[in-house]
């Protein structure tokens, strides 16, 4: 029996067990569900056990990290002269508000038209488990592994990662490896085996923007600043009516992508106005026109303003003029910008947009560098191949217009080339209602990583 027989044979229970996992309400950023985090990351350290890893622990982030979520490290490495392969997935899980827009609700996971519905189905639990089954079937049908493992699995992806950023700018001795694998990511169209190789960092910032000591009768309007009306005014600024990013020096250190990059995205199966109907749900398509839409998405930085937070928002009127203003902001970053030049550059701009008579203060919350992978890289063209097999149809590479903090971490403190497998679909729902999992990419992945690592196991190890 090959590994993939036994992961077809066991299809049922693998969708039963990651059924199991969907119910604990593992949503890191609400200290309301701490215990919840913790129960997801036993259970998951538990199965790794149950299925044959070694050194299975939770490792504590605290001190560095807002939260303190730990992660989940197992490993098995008993393949000498083979590569390590470093297995990476997140445990924890996004808000589900708003809960009346759910069709279930989003922790009791329902099958409805060949989909797995539930919070994390496929953002990250459904895919992260399909790395602990891909090992499942290698250690069931062989008894052992092909190559050696590390298994390291967060729960404050969501939140921004920093206890694991910590962790891994720590360089331990037990995440040697020689490239990691993350299922976090998705395909560009159905059934389409697509491999991403690159994702954007970002800043993650509140502008506080103060005008008086306290909040004023409107009356005084004319003579007193106010905050919302500066906060708005400094906001607007930033970017121009094309949605050009007006920070001086700010795009300096974006690097265009090479040619071939961009021709093969153009060849890309895609329908602009489908895109955005269906995804964006909107009436057009914003940015800058002189950049084609995947380089928009993929290699251009952003601004975008999340929220705005005080002042008079109750029923009725209030004439009054708010001494305080808070918006929440992030940047999204592209190769070779860096978060601290981001960061540094728009504090300035925000200081030196501030009407007279108003201070305006610009806090960090998170930040994660860009990445971008080559992909010639050995690792990358041998799960391209792998994909291919499973799939029957020749692999895509792109970026991703999305963040994961830890890629860039990875790449810079360990050199570790990351392969980006994932396999979720554009209309998943991903941090939004009625999230879900296309099943029979679950079953695929699981054989699509399988696959990989069985071909990954005849590649030569760096070390
Ligand atoms: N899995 C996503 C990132 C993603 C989504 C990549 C779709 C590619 C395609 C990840 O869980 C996520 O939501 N990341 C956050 C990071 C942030 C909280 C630092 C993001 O991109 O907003
Ligand atoms: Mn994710
Ligand atoms: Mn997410």
Same mark, same amino acid.
């Given at each position: 029996?090959?590994?993939?027989?036994?992961?077809?044979?066991?299809?049922? %229970? +693998? @969708?039963? $067990?990651?059924?199991?996992?969907?119910?604990?309400?593992?949503?890191?950023?609400?200290? *309301?569900? /701490?215990? &919840?985090?913790?129960?997801?990351?036993?259970?998951?350290?538990?199965?790794?056990?149950?299925?044959?890893?070694?050194?299975?622990?939770?490792?504590?982030?605290?001190?560095?990290?807002?939260?303190?979520?730990?992660?989940?490290?197992?490993?098995?490495?008993?393949?000498?002269?083979?590569?390590?392969?470093?297995?990476?997935?997140?445990?924890?899980?996004?808000?589900?508000?708003?809960?009346?827009?759910?069709?279930?609700?989003?922790?009791?996971?329902?099958?409805?038209?060949?989909?797995?519905?539930?919070?994390?189905?496929?953002?990250?639990?459904?895919?992260?488990?399909?790395?602990?089954?891909?090992?499942?079937?290698?250690?069931?049908?062989?008894?052992?592994?092909?190559?050696?493992? %590390? +298994? @390291?699995? $967060?729960?404050?992806?969501?939140?921004?990662?920093?206890?694991?950023?910590?962790?891994? *700018?720590? /360089?331990? &001795?037990?995440?040697?490896?020689?490239?990691?694998?993350?299922?976090?990511?998705?395909?560009?169209?159905?059934?389409?085996?697509?491999?991403?190789?690159?994702?954007?960092?970002m800043?993650y910032?509140?502008?506080?923007?103060?005008?008086?000591?306290?909040?004023?009768?409107?009356?005084?309007?004319?003579?007193?600043?106010?905050?919302?009306?500066?906060?708005?005014?400094?906001l607007?600024?930033i970017k121009?009516?094309?949605g050009?990013?007006?920070?001086?020096?700010?795009?300096?250190?974006?690097?265009?992508?090479?040619?071939?990059?961009?021709?093969?995205?153009?060849?890309?199966?895609?329908?602009?106005?489908?895109?955005?109907?269906?995804?964006?749900?909107?009436?057009?398509?914003?940015?800058?026109?002189?950049?084609?839409?995947?380089?928009?998405?993929?290699?251009?930085?952003t601004f975008d303003v999340h929220?705005?937070?005080?002042?008079?928002?109750?029923?009725?009127?209030?004439?009054?003029?708010?001494?305080?203003?808070?918006?929440k902001a992030s940047m999204r970053?592209?190769?070779?910008?860096?978060?601290?030049?981001?960061?540094?550059?728009?504090?300035?701009?925000?200081?030196?947009?501030?009407?007279?008579?108003?201070?305006?203060?610009?806090?960090?919350?998170?930040?994660?560098?860009?990445?971008?992978?080559?992909?010639?890289?050995?690792?990358?063209?041998?799960?391209?191949?792998?994909?291919?097999?499973?799939?029957?149809?020749?692999?895509?590479?792109?970026?991703?217009?999305?963040?994961?903090?830890?890629?860039?971490?990875?790449?810079?403190?360990?050199?570790?080339?990351?392969?980006?497998?994932?396999?979720?679909?554009?209309?998943?729902?991903?941090?939004?209602?009625?999230?879900?999992?296309?099943?029979?990419?679950?079953?695929?992945?699981?054989?699509?990583?399988?696959?990989?690592?069985?071909?990954?196991?005849?590649?030569?190890?760096?070390?």
């Amino acid at each position: 029996m090959t590994a993939i027989d036994y992961a077809r044979q066991h299809q049922q %229970r +693998f @969708l039963s $067990e990651l059924k199991t996992l969907l119910r604990i309400p593992s949503v890191s950023t609400d200290p *309301a569900h /701490r215990d &919840d985090v913790r129960h997801a990351a036993r259970h998951i350290a538990d199965e790794l056990q149950r299925i044959g890893l070694e050194n299975v622990r939770l490792i504590e982030t605290t001190g560095s990290s807002p939260t303190g979520h730990p992660l989940v490290y197992a490993d098995w490495l008993h393949a000498p002269g083979k590569p390590t392969a470093l297995l990476y997935g997140h445990y924890d899980v996004q808000p589900p508000e708003p809960l009346d827009e759910w069709l279930t609700p989003p922790f009791e996971p329902t099958e409805r038209d060949g989909n797995l519905y539930a919070r994390g189905a496929v953002d990250d639990k459904g895919q992260m488990f399909m790395h602990l089954k891909a090992i499942e079937s290698l250690f069931a049908t062989h008894g052992k592994l092909p190559l050696n493992v %590390r +298994f @390291l699995i $967060e729960g404050e992806e969501e939140v921004g990662g920093e206890g694991i950023a910590h962790y891994v *700018a720590s /360089r331990p &001795d037990n995440l040697h490896a020689d490239f990691a694998i993350i299922s976090d990511t998705s395909m560009f169209a159905p059934g389409l085996p697509t491999l991403c190789v690159g994702l954007r960092g970002m800043i993650y910032t509140e502008i506080e923007v103060r005008s008086a000591r306290s909040d004023l009768h409107s009356g005084l309007g004319g003579a007193a600043p106010n905050s919302f009306n500066a906060l708005a005014h400094i906001l607007a600024r930033i970017k121009d009516a094309d949605g050009r990013i007006q920070i001086p020096g700010i795009l300096d250190a974006v690097v265009a992508p090479a040619a071939d990059e961009l021709r093969s995205w153009s060849s890309l199966p895609f329908d602009e106005d489908e895109f955005r109907q269906t995804v964006l749900g909107a009436q057009a398509i914003v940015g800058d026109p002189r950049f084609p839409l995947f380089e928009r998405m993929w290699a251009q930085p952003t601004f975008d303003v999340h929220g705005i937070i005080g002042g008079f928002t109750g029923v009725g009127a209030k004439t009054v003029i708010p001494a305080k203003a808070t918006a929440k902001a992030s940047m999204r970053l592209v190769p070779n910008m860096t978060a601290a030049d981001a960061l540094q550059r728009l504090t300035d701009f925000v200081h030196q947009s501030c009407p007279p008579g108003v201070s305006a203060e610009v806090r960090l919350i998170h930040s994660a560098e860009p990445s971008l992978i080559p992909v010639n890289n050995p690792w990358i063209r041998s799960a391209a191949a792998a994909m291919t097999t499973v799939w029957g149809r020749e692999t895509v590479f792109v970026r991703s217009g999305g963040s994961i903090p830890i890629v860039g971490d990875l790449q810079r403190h360990l050199g570790l080339p990351c392969v980006m497998m994932g396999f979720g679909l554009a209309d998943d729902n991903l941090h939004a209602p009625n999230e879900k999992f296309c099943i029979r990419n679950f079953h695929l992945g699981i054989e699509s990583i399988l696959s990989f690592l069985e071909s990954a196991a005849a590649l030569q190890a760096e070390a």
